[in-house]
């Protein structure tokens, strides 16, 4: 159980006073939790002068691979003490005390525990100083007061400057919000006067709050000068796992007490860029999925990986939910290990996540794993009930578009994955000629739910995931084979959704008339990923044309200035938001390439 939370809260001085206690703080899990051994640092750097307090020598150690640091102190006497300070605030106050320890008998010196810099499921960037007691307290200074990323904090703006958000005015003056090409922010203030100010405010939580990150640049106009500039900050700490950063602009007129700011924003270098900053916010680093849903965590590895980034972050998911799981802690159901469980499906799209992630970074463990769910999947084809097909769970109730769609993709993939193999792409043709012939595709080429249980097309709700499942399927079965039927087939699914699949040219799920859960939520976004595919494959004009007009209408209308994508590709209202309707975003964004 987390102990409370105790804070030592100085004020004025930046000088700790002695204490005789150690204080507790509530464990920070990162991707270690608090109180880790400095032996198992992945490494270990010196990033601070030392402090010499009496002869005593206090150092600050650091590791950034594990985001934590720890403090020593050397040369001393018995009872002397070192600790850690954090602070959530720049330094304003702190968590005091951490770690303490005192230097044993005939020893003449002593370490910390290691603690986190920064706090990423809470959106927090935090500040460590090692300090010490040595019959007179020193500290060091903060550890990484500058946010670096592209450039670090007060660079001088690089080319390219958009405005996200509209200014704001203040007493005839106007004050911008600007970023410039690597995604760092700056403000302006312009037609105003001598002693006028100009600032900006980040904050690591969508703007709620910004103990850290208060009036960054302030800068006023000089003498002779109607208006002037902040230097540039970041909006992105990658030492800290802290992504989507918000930003705003704020100024005061000189000779009135009141400011202005601008809304918040984030910077988007490209439309992937600003789509994957926004749902890499959302994810937890140290129980490594976006909680809390265990296979619209698999699809959203799988867009992270097909954007081409944050390579740790999905080794990391790998390793820690490659375990089993009890019921209730990523699943309603138990996972069993290896990414699966009694949904079939879901085990299926964790397979097609990690041969993403393989196609990304060629690490053979993803291939493997892959393979590893694609055998548990395969042990659910049954010829006994409809000729073939794969159960949807493991009670074998119900024979359903997603699962075969999902067996098809995988099984194809592999085939043409694996140098030499036969066994996968026999079970691969055999799944798409079960599929076209399975009565799944209505008269209309749309995908209904599933079969009856005379194996009969149900007639069921036509999902834009499962279109998107048979236009992926067939599409790589056609390139493992070279057969034109498969690639024909997956045109003619692809020309009915966007027939009878879309209003106004934008695709629209069906559960958008009144509201979509959160599986439906990802659905579209499967789609286009599929649907993107083929565009590439083929070439075609028009299927080029019908990604970009998704990717351009989402950006246009279904994006805030967090690029916070919805489930309303144009934007409609009531548009319910989540990292999920994010996910789904950015695959359409992807697939306009």
Same mark, same amino acid.
């Given at each position: 159980?987390?102990?409370?939370?105790?804070?030592?809260?100085?004020?004025?001085? =930046?000088?700790?006073?002695?204490?005789?206690?150690?204080?507790?703080?509530?464990?920070?899990?990162? !991707?270690? *939790?608090?109180?880790?051994?400095?032996?198992?640092?992945?490494?270990?750097?010196?990033?601070?002068?030392?402090?010499?307090?009496?002869?005593?020598?206090?150092? =600050?150690?650091?590791?950034?691979?594990?985001?934590?640091?720890?403090?020593?102190?050397?040369?001393?006497?018995?009872?002397?003490?070192?600790?850690?300070?954090?602070?959530?605030?720049?330094?304003?106050?702190?968590?005091?005390?951490?770690?303490?320890?005192?230097?044993?008998?005939?020893?003449?010196?002593?370490?910390?525990?290691?603690?986190?810099? !920064?706090?990423?499921?809470?959106?927090?960037?935090?500040?460590?100083?090692?300090?010490?007691?040595?019959?007179?307290?020193?500290?060091?200074?903060?550890?990484?007061?500058?946010?670096?990323?592209?450039?670090?904090?007060?660079?001088?703006?690089?080319?390219?400057?958009?405005?996200?958000?509209?200014?704001?005015?203040?007493?005839?003056?106007?004050?911008?919000?600007?970023?410039?090409?690597?995604?760092?922010?700056?403000?302006?203030?312009?037609?105003?006067?001598?002693?006028?100010?100009?600032?900006?405010?980040?904050?690591?939580?969508?703007?709620?709050?910004?103990?850290?990150?208060?009036?960054?640049?302030?800068?006023?106009?000089?003498?002779?000068?109607?208006?002037?500039?902040?230097?540039?900050?970041?909006?992105?700490?990658?030492?800290?796992?802290?992504?989507?950063?918000?930003?705003?602009?704020?100024?005061?007129?000189?000779?009135?007490?009141?400011?202005?700011?601008?809304?918040?924003?984030?910077?988007?270098?490209?439309?992937?860029?600003?789509?994957?900053?926004?749902?890499?916010?959302?994810?937890?680093?140290?129980?490594?999925?976006?909680?809390?849903?265990?296979?619209?965590?698999?699809?959203?590895?799988?867009?992270?990986?097909?954007?081409?980034?944050?390579?740790?972050?999905?080794?990391?998911?790998?390793?820690?939910?490659?375990?089993?799981?009890?019921?209730?802690?990523?699943?309603?159901?138990?996972?069993?290990?290896?990414?699966?469980?009694?949904?079939?499906?879901?085990?299926?799209?964790?397979?097609?996540?990690? =041969?993403?992630?393989?196609?990304? !970074?060629?690490?053979?463990?993803?291939?493997?794993?892959?393979?590893?769910?694609?055998?548990?999947?395969?042990?659910?084809?049954?010829?006994?009930?409809?000729?073939?097909?794969?159960?949807?769970?493991?009670?074998?109730?119900?024979?359903?578009?997603?699962?075969?769609?999902?067996?098809?993709?995988?099984?194809?993939?592999?085939?043409?994955?694996?140098?030499?193999?036969?066994?996968?792409?026999?079970?691969?043709?055999?799944?798409?000629?079960?599929?076209?012939?399975?009565?799944?595709?209505?008269?209309?080429?749309?995908?209904?739910?599933?079969?009856?249980?005379?194996?009969?097309? @149900?007639?069921? !709700?036509?999902?834009?995931?499962?279109?998107?499942?048979?236009?992926?399927?067939?599409?790589?079965?056609?390139?493992?084979?070279?057969?034109?039927?498969?690639?024909?087939?997956?045109?003619?699914?692809?020309?009915?959704?966007?027939?009878?699949?879309?209003?106004?040219?934008?695709?629209?799920?069906? *559960?958008?008339?009144?509201?979509?859960?959160?599986?439906?939520?990802?659905?579209?976004?499967?789609?286009?990923?599929?649907?993107?595919?083929?565009?590439?494959?083929?070439?075609?004009?028009?299927?080029?044309?019908?990604?970009?007009?998704?990717?351009?209408?989402?950006? $246009?209308?279904?994006?805030?200035?967090? @690029?916070?994508?919805?489930?309303?590709?144009?934007?409609?209202?009531?548009?319910? $938001?989540?990292?999920?309707?994010?996910?789904?975003?950015?695959?359409?964004?992807?697939?306009?390439?």
């Amino acid at each position: 159980m987390r102990t409370l939370l105790v804070l030592l809260l100085v004020f004025g001085s =930046l000088t700790p006073i002695p204490a005789t206690a150690a204080t507790t703080a509530a464990a920070v899990c990162v !991707t270690s *939790c608090d109180t880790l051994d400095p032996s198992r640092a992945a490494r270990e750097s010196f990033p601070l002068p030392d402090k010499v307090i009496n002869g005593r020598v206090l150092r =600050l150690h650091a590791s950034d691979p594990d985001g934590m640091a720890w403090a020593s102190i050397d040369n001393g006497v018995p009872g002397d003490a070192v600790w850690l300070d954090r602070s959530w605030d720049g330094g304003a106050t702190w968590e005091g005390l951490l770690g303490k320890a005192s230097i044993p008998g005939s020893w003449t010196g002593t370490r910390t525990l290691m603690y986190n810099l !920064t706090d990423p499921a809470h959106h927090r960037r935090g500040r460590v100083r090692a300090c010490g007691d040595a019959h007179g307290v020193g500290c060091t200074a903060w550890i990484y007061p500058d946010v670096c990323d592209s450039a670090c904090d007060r660079s001088a703006p690089a080319a390219g400057d958009s405005q996200p958000v509209a200014p704001t005015t203040l007493f005839g003056r106007t004050i911008r919000l600007h970023f410039d090409g690597r995604g760092l922010a700056w403000a302006g203030i312009e037609a105003g006067g001598a002693g006028d100010e100009i600032w900006l405010d980040r904050s690591w939580d969508a703007g709620a709050s910004w103990p850290d990150g208060s009036s960054l640049g302030r800068t006023s106009t000089p003498a002779g000068a109607a208006g002037t500039h902040t230097a540039a900050f970041a909006t992105r700490d990658p030492r800290g796992r802290l992504y989507g950063g918000a930003v705003r602009a704020c100024g005061r007129e000189a000779t009135h007490a009141q400011g202005s700011c601008t809304a918040w924003a984030r910077p988007a270098t490209t439309r992937a860029a600003g789509a994957l900053d926004a749902l890499m916010w959302s994810y937890d680093p140290y129980t490594a999925w976006w909680p809390s849903s265990w296979w619209n965590s698999a699809v959203a590895v799988t867009a992270v990986a097909d954007a081409g980034g944050f390579d740790a972050a999905l080794a990391r998911t790998f390793d820690v939910n490659r375990a089993a799981f009890p019921a209730g802690v990523r699943s309603s159901d138990p996972i069993d290990g290896h990414f699966v469980s009694r949904a079939i499906d879901d085990s299926a799209w964790w397979g097609l996540a990690w =041969l993403a992630v393989y196609d990304r !970074t060629h690490d053979p463990r993803y291939l493997t794993e892959a393979t590893t769910i694609a055998d548990y999947v395969h042990g659910f084809w049954d010829t006994g009930t409809c000729g073939g097909g794969v159960w949807w769970d493991r009670e074998r109730t119900y024979k359903n578009a997603v699962t075969a769609g999902l067996y098809l993709r995988l099984t194809a993939s592999l085939h043409r994955r694996i140098a030499g193999d036969t066994l996968w792409g026999q079970r691969a043709r055999t799944a798409g000629e079960w599929y076209l012939g399975s009565g799944l595709v209505n008269g209309s080429g749309l995908v209904n739910d599933g079969l009856t249980a005379s194996c009969a097309n @149900n007639g069921q !709700t036509v999902w834009t995931y499962n279109q998107g499942l048979g236009i992926g399927g067939l599409l790589e079965l056609w390139r493992g084979t070279g057969v034109q039927s498969y690639l024909d087939a997956a045109k003619r699914l692809a020309d009915a959704a966007m027939a009878r699949l879309t209003s106004g040219g934008v695709l629209v799920e069906s *559960c958008e008339a009144a509201s979509c859960d959160d599986n439906q939520k990802q659905f579209k976004g499967i789609f286009m990923r599929y649907f993107g595919d083929l565009a590439a494959a083929t070439g075609s004009a028009a299927y080029r044309a019908f990604a970009q007009q998704q990717a351009d209408a989402l950006w $246009a209308g279904d994006r805030d200035p967090l @690029n916070r994508i919805g489930l309303r590709w144009t934007g409609a209202t009531p548009n319910a $938001a989540d990292w999920r309707t994010q996910a789904s975003g950015l695959e359409a964004v992807l697939a306009a390439g």
